[in-house]
């Protein structure tokens, strides 16, 4: 008996002892609480905010019903889940929703493996003068904006550009490669590729450059070959680099290449180029569709986070190593 | 002795074909680097090319990755008679701006983050990660900045960006990476913490808070949703939505640029886009090399456990 409430007594003491060191920690350093309030104002107001928003997918939203447009959520018609119902059953979100996955998977297996094959590439060129300015080169389509792309390509594939006008001498009919649906998707495969390849071969490069040479020196004594030093030694040093990258590429399948399809996409391509946030955009902001367009929005949010928590579950198991 | 002659035949025999995959494999890379290298390379200077190209080259696709028969009168109406130097004027204001706001409040997050005894600490963290990877949706968002007051003020879009949690974790891993040593003998100088991180911290930081400033910068000047969004003036268009919009009026604007048609013109549509796609990817270039020096840095510092 004694002992159990000695025992007590002390877990309480070290309790209150705990606590009285936390808000004198707090106290010592209040500077640096206050440090941290710009940030979290940013995070509540534009991000968590926005949550509270989320119950308009739940409601006939009326953007008119209150005093302004967050009141009005609380006072407009409440539905329960009617709009996922009416989503659901349109053939056309499941056009959007399969072509979403569609462009960004056709993006990972076309684009993915490119910037590694580049940069073991790369790293067998010993002239450092050509190894550096190609990659200045190859990485600058990176910071350029789709705008810009968009305009860059569009000179190029216009019905006058240099593409067409070589069709044109060699006798063929000229492309409008904007509007032909057939093509529309490898234009935007293509594009991203110009976009990124540079920037992740430099990625997967610095992870080369981080194997430790000892190992190459080693296999070049025992007889081991380029190729079988680059299949026994660079592969497996940035096969970590590899997996992680290629998990979160597939945990972004449903939340990218919105601002790409945004500017290049036109109506005549819709069938294959509408993704879900781009009709989000159109639904919710063109045609004031509030309510239906948050429940697209809400429903590519929960499966966008299960896929991106999903993934980084998968990476730490694999890898040991956190995405975030 | 008589093994040691045959282990070394058996290398030099061995030693052959490695030379000959090694060959191959420079040759194969040398090829595939040069074409990358022209595949990113070519497109720019096609459209530098047409910006200073007679307006019939351009018409008749005789401009390749060289200007033919070059003028300046495309770009000097471009920039004189269009709202293009007023779209750069407005970008450069919001990058300027929000690269300000932007560093203040990603410093001034990621060093008490950077401290890792500071009580509260993870969960300061876990709000962070919540809201990155669970998005509260377009409308929502343009709900909350229509309540605010923030439609067609460029604090929508500042302030959304204020904070990006992805930059403010490269600052925050710097940041624990700098020796404890000097902030502590300066905390027993007496310096409290905000003196130590302006001080202190920052000067130390130069590289990451470099490389940061940049990734902001070229986020800012790209900015085109958000101004889509919620951006109505036409006074207060960003570049990126210029140049959007040019692209699909290039032939109204091109004849409206033309004052006398019974003079010869140089201009022609294609050559007025090129000309204002040179204007807006020039501010990228000139800060490139900055980029290009503290990136892989920046990268590498981004990519370790946060």
Not at chain 1, 157 to 173: K, M, P, Q
Not at chain 2, 30 to 47: E, G, K, M, Q, S
Not at chain 2, 178 to 187: G, I, K, N, Q, W
């Amino acid at each position: 008996m004694s002992t159990i409430s000695y025992t007590k007594n002390i877990s309480t003491d070290n309790f209150k002892k705990k606590g009285k060191k936390t808000l004198n920690y707090v106290k010592n350093h209040i500077p640096l609480y206050l440090m941290l309030i710009p940030g979290l104002l940013v995070i509540i107001v534009f991000n968590f905010v926005p949550y509270f928003g989320l119950l308009i997918a739940f409601e006939d939203y009326n953007i008119f019903a209150g005093n302004n447009p967050l009141d009005a959520i609380l006072r407009s018609e409440w539905v329960g889940f009617a709009n996922f119902q009416k989503l659901f059953t349109n053939s056309y979100f499941w056009k959007v929703f399969r072509n979403t996955i569609v462009i960004n998977g056709l993006k990972i297996l076309w684009l993915f493996p490119l910037p590694i094959i580049s940069a073991i590439l790369l790293n067998e060129i010993k002239n450092s003068a050509f190894r550096r300015i190609s990659q200045t080169v190859i990485y600058m389509p990176y910071f350029f904006s789709w705008v810009i792309i968009f305009s860059i390509f569009s000179s190029i594939l216009g019905t006058y550009g240099v593409v067409n006008t070589l069709i044109a001498s060699l006798g063929f009919e000229r492309i409008s490669f904007f509007m032909e649906p057939g093509i529309f998707r490898g234009l935007l495969v293509f594009t991203e590729g110009w976009k990124t390849v540079g920037y992740n071969t430099v990625i997967f490069l610095a992870s080369i450059t981080a194997i430790d040479s000892t190992l190459y020196e080693a296999a070049r004594i025992d007889g081991a070959g380029k190729l079988r030093q680059i299949w026994n030694i660079t592969i497996p040093g940035i096969l970590p680099t590899i997996i992680l990258m290629l998990i979160l590429n597939v945990g972004h399948i449903l939340d990218s290449s919105f601002d790409q399809v945004l500017v290049f996409y036109n109506p005549i391509v819709y069938d294959v180029a509408d993704i879900i946030q781009t009709y989000v955009y159109r639904m919710g902001i063109g045609q004031m569709n509030f309510s239906l367009s948050t429940a697209l929005g809400l429903f590519n949010s929960v499966v966008a986070f299960i896929l991106i928590v999903g993934s980084n579950a998968l990476s730490k198991k694999l890898l040991n190593r956190s995405i975030w | 002795m008589s093994t040691v002659v045959v282990k070394e035949k058996k290398l030099k025999s061995k030693g052959m074909p490695v030379d000959l995959s090694e060959k191959v494999i420079t040759v194969i890379a040398y090829i595939f680097v040069t074409l990358l290298t022209l595949i990113a390379l070519l497109p720019c200077l096609h459209v530098i090319s047409k910006a200073f190209s007679n307006g019939s080259a351009v018409i008749s696709g005789k401009v390749y990755f060289w200007p033919v028969g070059i003028q300046l009168e495309t770009i000097s109406k471009v920039v004189t008679k269009t709202n293009l130097l007023r779209s750069i004027k407005n970008s450069l204001f919001v990058t300027v701006v929000g690269v300000t706001a932007s560093m203040l409040t990603s410093i001034l997050f990621a060093y008490p983050l950077s401290k890792t005894d500071l009580k509260g600490r993870k969960f300061f963290i876990v709000i962070c990660i919540i809201s990155m990877v669970f998005n509260g949706g377009m409308v929502p968002k343009y709900i909350v900045m229509k309540t605010l007051g923030l439609l067609d003020s460029y604090l929508a879009l500042i302030l959304p960006h204020a904070l990006s949690i992805f930059n403010m974790l490269i600052i925050k891993n710097y940041f624990e990476g700098l020796p404890e040593s000097t902030m502590e003998s300066a905390a027993i100088d007496g310096a409290n913490d905000v003196i130590t991180l302006f001080k202190i911290v920052c000067p130390m930081a130069l590289p990451v808070i470099a490389t940061v400033s940049l990734l902001y910068a070229v986020s800012y000047w790209n900015i085109y949703f958000s101004a889509v969004l919620y951006i109505k003036s036409s006074s207060m268009k960003v570049l990126q939505v210029f140049l959007k919009d040019l692209i699909s009026s290039a032939l109204s604007v091109s004849d409206s640029l033309i004052t006398d048609p019974n003079v010869y013109s140089h201009i022609s549509p294609d050559g007025v886009v090129a000309c204002a796609t040179v204007l807006a990817i020039i501010p990228i270039v000139a800060l490139y090399p900055f980029i290009q020096r503290y990136m892989i840095k920046g990268i590498t510092i981004g990519s370790e456990k946060g």
